[in-house]
């Protein structure tokens, strides 16, 4: 489980932990447990930048490039490494089903077992075929996120689990890694950070992180968060409890974020602010990224460029692009691939039936 020496020699994707050391909880005797997750791709989009205008740059920060194909690696390498600096043999997670695919799949990885306690029906296929492929025990719960949650604190307080939801400050430390890489990249932070809000875990997380590189130096400024919610399931909105939220995008269906408080400071502290996107305008945002730039994303990452639409182009939005100066650099996260929800896209793909093999045949089904 040490690092192994060859792998060090080879210099290539050593993983969040390796990368950034020395802003993390761990030393030399830490066990990393890692699948080279991070350095996820920072892609300039010519086509969100010609919709701001005003001579903006927008970049998408595409975290569905990592090992499970969610931004849940970065904090999960941390927390299942720390598990096992503790010795632990177990660890468990609520989840909407990015956490779970994570965890199953770092457990898996660290030798130890996993156990992941689910809404029942609500799980996007591709995730929960994770997390059975990884070995992790399943468990399908009458009830939502939010009761999963509930049940997973009072196991752990009962029985010897590492608890690895974003109530675990590993979690959050390992995901700020993906602030640093933006600056890295850009060379200053941006002026704008939009990402969806579930458990708040994320936006908390990249807060953090820059923060942390701005008082040590490495950039000169702070971005705006802005946070985006599905409108059925918008507590931190609406800034009460939601106890039946509702959403196609089923990763952030979640009516009581654990990150609540720490959501609302970031975006206080960052003049930021937080937006509801309805499901009909996360699917049309989810197609347009996937026609347009090539990038397939799952619904609740595509909350992030449908709040970017809305921020520039509506009345009613929560922040408003339309007077923003000159030159500014947004940069949204899309949090998931959208492999790992096929259902949603292909309800509305119908059936491509098939026809005879032939030139024929074909060049009149292409429209020739
Ligand atoms: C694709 O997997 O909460 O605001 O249990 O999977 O940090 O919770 C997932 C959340 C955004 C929201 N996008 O992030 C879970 C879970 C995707 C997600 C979020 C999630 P947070």
Redesign the pocket.
């Known amino acids: 489980m040490l690092m192994d020496a060859t792998r060090s020699k080879l210099k290539q994707g050593r993983g969040v932990i390796e990368q950034y050391r020395e802003y993390l909880p761990v030393s030399e005797s830490t066990p990393i447990v890692s699948l080279d997750e991070g350095d996820t791709p920072l892609i300039y989009s010519s086509r969100l930048s010609k919709r701001i205008g005003r001579g903006c740059d927008v970049f998408v920060k595409n975290e569905g490039i990592n090992p499970t194909c ?1 931004f ?1 690696d970065r904090g999960m390498t941390l927390a299942v490494s720390k598990a096992m600096e503790g010795k632990a043999n177990a660890i468990i997670c ?7 695919a994570s965890a199953a799949a770092y457990a898996a990885r660290a030798g130890i077992s996993c156990v992941v306690i689910l809404p029942a029906g609500k799980i996007a296929s591709g995730k929960l075929l994770q997390a059975f492929a990884c070995g992790a025990k399943i468990v399908a719960i009458d009830g939502n ?1 939010d009761d999963a949650l509930r049940i997973v604190r009072e196991i752990s307080e009962r029985d010897d689990f590492i608890v690895v939801n ?1 109530i675990n400050p590993n979690r959050i430390a390992g995901q700020k890694t993906a602030a640093f890489e933006i600056v890295d990249v850009m060379g200053d932070a941006p002026d704008f950070h939009l990402l ?8 908390t997380a990249y807060w953090t992180g820059y923060r942390q590189y701005q008082s040590r130096q490495r950039s000169t400024k702070l971005p705006a968060m802005i946070g985006f919610q599905a409108a059925c399931a918008a507590p931190i909105f609406h800034d009460r409890i939601i106890n039946k939220p509702e959403t196609i995008a089923s ?2 269906r ?1 009516g009581n ?1 654990a990150s609540w408080k720490q959501a609302r400071a970031a975006i206080a502290e960052s003049s930021g602010a937080v937006d509801i996107i309805p499901d009909e305008e996360i699917v049309a945002a989810q197609i347009w990224l996937a026609r347009h730039e090539g990038i397939l994303v ?1 619904p ?2 595509a909350a992030a460029i449908a709040g970017f639409f809305k921020c520039c182009n509506s009345q009613e939005a929560a922040y408003s692009f339309k007077e923003i100066p000159e030159g500014r650099r947004i940069v949204c996260t899309v ?2 691939h959208g492999l790992k929800d096929p259902d949603v896209i292909m309800q509305r793909m119908g059936r491509v039936e098939p026809v005879a093999a032939t030139v024929n045949d074909v060049r009149r089904a292409i429209g020739l």
């Open positions: 969610s849940k609520a989840s909407t089903g990015n956490t779970s996120f974003s969806p809000l579930g458990n708040a875990g994320n936006i990763a952030i979640i974020p799952e609740a990452s949090t998931g």
